[in-house]
Structures are given as structure tokens and as C-alpha cells.
């Protein structure tokens, strides 16, 4: 060290004589290093996050949660367009807490300490260096898109610690040759593929990684056997799936053909002048949206993927160690870079690309952290006045520096920001640019539904019924509507694709037709659903006051008659 504060000393100088001998800054973090600091961050944050979802959260179910609890009540194989594990870990937690939005949200927060914990452990064993693993987990907990995985209870959250599960197991299988984990390996992906079927983009990272480092893998005589146990427990994870695709006729494959826009799937293809179109805001908007969810973490990431490259020649097990990081996320972000070139991808499909790359980014932090210290004893070593060697500040910066000090304070003032948007949106210019209409009121929209249909009630003496064109609309009416009922969308009946509300004996309107004819319904959609079709009369009331989507207005419809086919008219 002494001779690289010497020359840091040197460069700084630039014509100075240092005063006295350079100090030698202590090592960066040490305290970062035991396993149990860690363990303590990720504790603290999950029993923080646990503590804000159940008495301090503002927020009403968002379409996505009130759907993935529409499936926890009704139970099965598998579902439409994702496999059965949301349904079944919502169900584990409101079954146990009741039907209330902390219990929905509850294994959000668990799964993101889970997944924390095994990007930490992943970076921990791959550097040999506890500081590495804290700081990725730090940077997990800093990146704009984990930290809403963390609140918000979709497919992600589990769906991201399956992935870093997966790929903790097939570092110590691939690398450190431990057997045991080939059956950890499995079981991860298997899980994983209940949740997200790109889970098995996980696959070909893995595969790459041994192709490239075959000479210098660890497979013993029981690794064999391991590898059968392994592919034993993945099949035996995704065989609900399966079962469940096979009695229906594979809609989960029509479904997933039709988000590419492509022959076979569940949407209609939009024939161009020449077939294939292609519109280059996609691939902009895609690797903006990346840039956005991730922040200042991405600049750690590209700094060390970059000096990895550089000197993939010098140390072997350092290049192998990161390069196992890289692999793991590559396909992932390679396949909706192309996927963006056919159609436009939502910028959150690639998270779990992101989820290897944050122990890249804690590695540049310690290695970044640690030369910059350097450079700074070098500097302190001048003598006074000390020449100007930073951008914003006298003493010296790098790149390194200044980007994880903008990440921790734009990762802890979003982190902030995201739990209270509705006083975020109360602040002049910058109100107006927050997503709040997602989060909040959703309760105060389906109360004043609740008010329509009693007037339909006390007008007609029949039992109304709620009837929307969305279907993330109308699980948020069986949420928050009293006694949560049965609630009909009419998607598929007005020519777009099925949904999940298609498949349930109870809410599918071609089955139960007889039994709503004539009831008067409260009915919610787009401006131009054509509600004069199924009902004998229409009157309109305008969009609900709490919905913040002016583009939905309600109607109360009398007498229903059906949709056009339903019974052979």
C-alpha cells in the first residue's frame, strides 16, 4: 500500500512536496465484514418494512395485488397467464391474518429480506469478503426497482429471491462443488417457474458459465446422482403447471405468444404494410426504463463489469467470480433487448438480470472505496493549501465515489418518498409527475360503486351485480366491495383476450348467464364499452369519484340480457 500512496501522492503533488510520511487509511468497512452485520441490516429493514404495512401504509390495493388475491381465493394448479405461486403464497398469508391488505402485502417484505440475504450471501462467497456481501446487499436495498418489490405484493418479490436462490446454489454447485446444492438448484428454479415462467432464463447463464469454466469445475463422483436429484425436484415443482395447462388446452402458451404480438397467441396480430415493423422508441424506452429502475446503481455495475474485462488476465478466480455474476443476468436483459425489436417490453421484466450485477456493484464499492481513501491520504499528505482535485470538492473523487454516494442518497430519499406518494403529490410541479392514481383511493371508487348498486336495489328490488371491462378493476371490487362478491369481467366478450375471470365456474358470464338475466348491474369500463349490448337500458353516471382514471366511466345498467353468442342469438 505504501508504494500506491506514494504514487497517488505523487499525482496529487503535481509539483508539491508532501510534509511528513503519507498516512495509510484504515481498511474500508470492516465491520461490513461478519456474516452478522448482514444479517442485522436485512433483519432491521424487512421488520421495518413489516412494521410500515401494517399501521402506516396509506395505500390501497394496486390492480395487480387485488387480482393475485381474486386467485388465493379460488385455488388451483395453476392459472391463465402465471403459475400457481402467488396464489398460493397470498392465500398462506391471509388465511392466516384475514383479508386485509398488510396480510396481501406481507410476503412482499419477505421475500425481498430473502432475496437480499442471498444476494449477499452469492457476493460474500464469490469474493471471499464479508464487505463485499453487505455492500450488495446495500445496493440491493438502494436500487429503485427492488425497494418497490419490497412493498408491493406481485409475482416479483418471490420471483426475485427464487432467482437469487437459484443462483447462490449454482455458484456453490458449479464453483465450489458442493452436491448438496444441485437439489437447492432445482428446487429454486422449480419455485421460481411457479412464479414467473422466465424463470428458466436463469438456465443458459448457468450453462454458459460451465461451458466457459469446464476445466475448472468441481464435479465429483456424487455430483451425478446430485444432478438427478436436481432435475427431480424441478419437475416435480412445475407439474402443477403442467396438469393444469394440459386440461385446459395450453392457454398459458397462447397468452405468452400474444404479449409478442406473434401467430398463436391470445391477441390478434396487427398486420403492417410488410409484416415485421419495428419502432426504435421500444429499445429506447426499454434501456431508459433500465437506467431509471436501477439509478446510480447501474454506473457500480458498468464500472466493475468493465474493469473485469480489462483484466480478466490477472487474477483467474476473481475474473471467474464476476463473470458468474455477469452470466447470470445476461440472458435475461439479452432477451428483452430483443423482445424490443418486435414489441414494447415493460421496463420491470428484467429485474431479475439486475439481481447477480448488485454483487458486482458492492464489489466496486469496497475496491472504489478503498483507492479513493487512498487518494484522499495522498491529498491530506500536501501541505496547505491543498490544490483542487475533485469536481465539486477540493480533495480528490472518482467515479466510484461519487456514484455510490449519489446511490445511497437517492436510494434512501426514494426509499423515503415511496412511502408516502400522497404527500409527494401534494408539492407543486413535481405533484404532478407521481404515479399516485395506482395506489390510493381504490376504496373510495368502489364505495361510491357500492352506493350505485344500493340505489339499483331500492329501485328495481332485484340484487344488482358488478360488472367492469378490466380485470384488475374488478378484483379491486371483490377487495374492497363488503363481503367481498363474486365480480364478472367482460374482457374477452368485447373482443380482446381471456382472463383469469374466464376460467372460475363462479364469475365466467358464459356460464352464468341464466343467473344474472334480468338483474341490474353496476358497470364500469372504457368510454366506448358498448354496454347497450348486454343490458336493456344504460343510464351514465361518469367515472366514480376515487377512480383517478378518466377514462372509465360507470353506468347503471338494468336488465341484463346477455352478450350476443353467449346463448346461440
Known amino acids: ?93 391471509v388465511r392466516t391474518f384475514g383479508d386485509i391488505e398488510w396480510a396481501v402485502r406481507l410476503p412482499a417484505a419477505l421475500a425481498s429480506g430473502v432475496a437480499c440475504l442471498a444476494v449477499a450471501g452469492l457476493a460474500r462467497d464469490a469474493s471471499r469478503d464479508g464487505r463485499v456481501g453487505f455492500l450488495a446487499a446495500c445496493c440491493f436495498l438502494l436500487a429503485p426497482m427492488f425497494q418497490i418489490l419490497g412493498l408491493v405484493m406481485t409475482i416479483d418479490g418471490p420471483y426475485a429471491a427464487c432467482w437469487a436462490l437459484a443462483c447462490w446454489a449454482a455458484w456453490r454447485a458449479l464453483a465450489r462443488g458442493d452436491a448438496w446444492a444441485w437439489p437447492a438448484l432445482g428446487l429454486a428454479v422449480g419455485a421460481g417457474v411457479l412464479y414467473k415462467y422466465t424463470m428458466l432464463l436463469a438456465l443458459p447463464g448457468f450453462l454458459a458459465f460451465g461451458l466457459l469454466w469446464r476445466r475448472d469445475l468441481r464435479l465429483g463422483p456424487r455430483h451425478g446422482l446430485a444432478m438427478v436429484a436436481s432435475l427431480a425436484c424441478f419437475a416435480l415443482a412445475v407439474t402443477p403447471i403442467i396438469v393444469w395447462n394440459q386440461r385446459e388446452g395450453w392457454p398459458t402458451a397462447r397468452h405468452l405468444l400474444g404479449h409478442l404480438g406473434v401467430r398463436g397467441g391470445d391477441m390478434p396480430v396487427v398486420q403492417g404494410a410488410g409484416g415485421w415493423t419495428y419502432r426504435p422508441k421500444w429499445t429506447l424506452s426499454f434501456l431508459g426504463s433500465q437506467i431509471g429502475l436501477m439509478g446510480p446503481i447501474i454506473v457500480l455495475v458498468a464500472i466493475e463489469a468493465g474493469r473485469a474485462w480489462l483484466c480478466r488476465a490477472g487474477d483467474r478466480e476473481t475474473w471467474r467470480a464476476k463473470s458468474f455474476l455477469l452470466l447470470c443476468g445476461a440472458p435475461m436483459i439479452a432477451f428483452y433487448l430483443l423482445v424490443s425489436l418486435v414489441a414494447e417490453p415493460e421496463g420491470n421484466w428484467t429485474l431479475a438480470g439486475w439481481i447477480t450485477p448488485m454483487g458486482l456493484a458492492g464489489w466496486r464499492v469496497v475496491e472504489g472505496m478503498t483507492t479513493w481513501r487512498q487518494r484522499v491520504a495522498a491529498w491530506r499528505a500536501l501541505p496547505v493549501p491543498r490544490p483542487w482535485r475533485g469536481v465539486y470538492r477540493r480533495r480528490p473523487e472518482t467515479w466510484s465515489q461519487a456514484s455510490w454516494f449519489i446511490a445511497v442518497f437517492i436510494g434512501v430519499a426514494m426509499g423515503l418518498g415511496l412511502l408516502r406518494l400522497d404527500l409527494l403529490a401534494r408539492l407543486p410541479v413535481v405533484g404532478r409527475l407521481v404515479p399516485l392514481g395506482r395506489f390510493t383511493d381504490a376504496d373510495v371508487m368502489v364505495a361510491s360503486a357500492a352506493r350505485l348498486a344500493d340505489e339499483l336495489r331500492a329501485e328495481t328490488g332485484l340484487e344488482p351485480f358488478h360488472i367492469l371491462t378490466f380485470y384488475g378493476r374488478a378484483s379491486q371490487f371483490a377487495f374492497y366491495l363488503p363481503g367481498h362478491p363474486v365480480v364478472y369481467c367482460s374482457t374477452s366478450l368485447m373482443g380482446s383476450r381471456r382472463t383469469q375471470y374466464d376460467y372460475w365456474a363462479d364469475t365466467d358470464l358464459r356460464r352464468n348467464e341464466s343467473l344474472l338475466r334480468g338483474r341490474p348491474a353496476v358497470a364500469v369500463g372504457g368510454r366506448d364499452a358498448p354496454w347497450a349490448v348486454p343490458f336493456e337500458r344504460v343510464e351514465p353516471v361518469g367515472t366514480l369519484p376515487g377512480d383517478r382514471k378518466r377514462d372509465r366511466p360507470a353506468v347503471k345498467a338494468y336488465g341484463y340480457r346477455g352478450f350476443p353468442g353467449l346463448s346461440g342469438e
Do not use: N
Not at 508532501?18 to 424487512?46: D, H
Not at 395485488?65 to 403464497?89: C, F, N, V
Open 1 to 93: 500500500m505504501s508504494s500506491a500512496l506514494d504514487t497517488q501522492a505523487a499525482a496529487c503533488r503535481a509539483g508539491s512536496e508532501v510534509v511528513g510520511p503519507i498516512p495509510r487509511p484504515g481498511e474500508f468497512a470492516p465491520w461490513a465484514r461478519p456474516w452478522r452485520a448482514t444479517l442485522g441490516l436485512v433483519a432491521i429493514v424487512t421488520l421495518l418494512r413489516i412494521v410500515y404495512l401494517v399501521w402506516f401504509c396509506p395505500y390501497t390495493l394496486v390492480e395487480d395485488e387485488a387480482h393475485y388475491w381474486e386467485w388465493s381465493r379460488r385455488l388451483d394448479l395453476s392459472y391463465y397467464s402465471k403459475g400457481p405461486g402467488i396464489a398460493w403464497t397470498i392465500a398462506a398469508s
